[in-house]
């Protein structure tokens, strides 16, 4: 990974209180209009006490943040072009995904949304 985005990532982390976070993946979904991601933990990493640091471009999305069990009740919430999501700490298991993609159009991006999201694999 480049030294300026996983630099970036530790800064937001640290930010948010996880001052430790150092990004060795970083996962790129492009998502257009109607494409979604269902809930889903990420829990194929070793070390839950990393946190996952989201970047987002493009349309706005809006993220599902539920509990640790798939049928609680979730929130929603807006991202906007060049928002950073952090979460961790007790939320680092919690069921999250993607409402479908509504229709738009970004200018820089075109009708899509890309979001770059870091990780300690």
């Not at 790129?28 to 109607?34: L, M, S």
């Not at 599902?64 to 298991?93: N, S, Y």
Request: charged share 15%; glycine share 10%.
């Amino acid at each position: 990974l480049p030294d300026r985005l996983t630099g970036l990532a530790s800064a937001w982390a640290a930010e948010a209180g996880f001052p430790a976070f150092n990004s060795n993946a970083c996962l790129i979904n492009c998502y257009v209009p109607g494409s979604r991601m269902s809930l889903h933990q990420d829990s194929d990493e070793r070390d839950f006490t990393q946190p996952i640091v989201t970047l987002s471009l493009g349309l706005p999305a809006r993220f599902i943040l539920g509990g640790l069990q798939r049928e609680l009740p979730t929130q929603k919430i807006r991202l906007m072009h060049g928002d950073v999501l952090v979460f961790g700490g007790p939320a680092r298991l919690c069921f999250h995904g993607i409402m479908p993609l509504a229709d738009g159009l970004h200018p820089l991006l075109g009708s899509r949304r890309i979001s770059l999201t870091f990780r300690h694999a």
